[in-house]
């Protein structure tokens, strides 16, 4: 084994991590009212998750409306990430799909606050869950699904 070799070698065992980029962490901006637990609550979630969670206390309709997400898919909180509006209690691995896909589109919501859901499952819920659906929101205000989340026994 020539030197080279010798010292990549030894470099790779004893620096293995100049060898691997970490994982980029993922910054999301939400917006939401004060004193709104379940929001603290799918930020903490997200955090957990791998996410920089950068929270606006100053209530969520003004930017909803901004933003352009309709109303009907309102929810107590409204998020921006890398372009994409991301309302009410998203599951973290339907926000990494659609940041892995980039479509053309609004963003992603979950109308309302269905329990069980992210952030509505805590302890107080005794263990309820909804059956919801993840919808996408076209650049037209347009509605699909695009996980349903039906099956949570």
């Known amino acids: 084994m020539n030197a080279y070799r010798r010292s990549l070698l030894l470099g790779v065992l004893l620096f293995p991590a ?12 939400m917006w939401r009212g004060p004193k709104c637990k379940c929001c603290k609550d799918w930020a903490t979630y997200l955090e957990k998750n791998g996410f920089i969670v950068k929270v606006n206390n100053d209530g969520n309709t003004e930017i909803r409306q901004k933003l352009g997400m309709p109303v009907q898919f309102g929810s107590c909180h ?6 994409y509006v991301i309302e009410g209690h998203v599951p973290a691995e339907e926000i990494r799909r659609l940041l892995a896909e980039k479509p053309k589109v609004l963003g992603l919501t979950v109308p309302a606050m269905p329990l069980g859901s992210p952030g509505m499952d805590g302890p107080e819920y005794k263990g309820k869950k909804d059956p919801y659906d993840v919808l996408i929101i076209d650049t037209k205000g347009k509605p699909s699904i695009y996980q349903s989340y039906r099956n949570l026994h």
């Not at 409204?78 to 372009?83: D, E, M």
């Open 18 to 29: 100049y060898g691997f980029a970490a994982p980029e962490k993922l910054e999301i901006t």
């Open 78 to 83: 409204t998020a921006l990430i890398n372009g």
